[in-house]
């Protein structure tokens, strides 16, 4: 099964795409496009452009594992994703995918890519987890 991975952001969002049956995991690109239906958009065209079948959206939950505001954003934009594709949504706990994105890319300076890393990270994890 195909997958797209979204690291949800106010003014960027990071996508990545994945295999269950390879488990290969990939940086797609970053999306500088603030929340909203254009965002919604982009991301539904990555879904129908990688052939995807499903979709991992991240969940930032706090260190407690409640959910917050931001948690809330999330599962909105899921239910949008789902409704506009018709491809299930799965949430993936997003705690420090941009801190792990970040020690992955050191040494690269202020690189837009960090968001898409961050999605290759959630995807993994969401990989590991299945």
């Given at each position: 099964?195909?997958?797209l991975a979204v690291d949800l952001g106010d003014k960027r969002?990071?996508?990545?795409?994945?295999?269950?049956?390879t488990g290969t995991v990939f940086p797609i690109e970053t999306l500088h496009v603030p929340r909203g239906d254009a965002l919604l958009?982009?991301?539904?065209?990555?879904?129908?452009?990688?052939?995807a079948d499903a979709i991992v959206i991240g969940l930032p939950l706090n260190m407690d594992d409640t959910e917050g505001p931001r948690a809330a954003i999330s599962r909105s934009f899921g239910e949008s994703v789902s409704s506009v594709t018709g491809l299930p949504v799965h949430f993936q706990d997003e705690r420090l995918t941009s801190f792990?994105?970040?020690m992955r890319l050191r040494g690269q300076k202020n690189t837009p890519d960090n968001d898409a890393?961050?999605?290759?990270?959630l995807l993994e994890e969401f990989l590991t987890r299945q």
């Amino acid at each position: 099964m195909r997958l797209l991975a979204v690291d949800l952001g106010d003014k960027r969002t990071g996508l990545a795409s994945g295999d269950t049956e390879t488990g290969t995991v990939f940086p797609i690109e970053t999306l500088h496009v603030p929340r909203g239906d254009a965002l919604l958009q982009a991301v539904c065209n990555a879904a129908t452009d990688h052939a995807a079948d499903a979709i991992v959206i991240g969940l930032p939950l706090n260190m407690d594992d409640t959910e917050g505001p931001r948690a809330a954003i999330s599962r909105s934009f899921g239910e949008s994703v789902s409704s506009v594709t018709g491809l299930p949504v799965h949430f993936q706990d997003e705690r420090l995918t941009s801190f792990e994105a970040d020690m992955r890319l050191r040494g690269q300076k202020n690189t837009p890519d960090n968001d898409a890393v961050a999605a290759v990270v959630l995807l993994e994890e969401f990989l590991t987890r299945q």
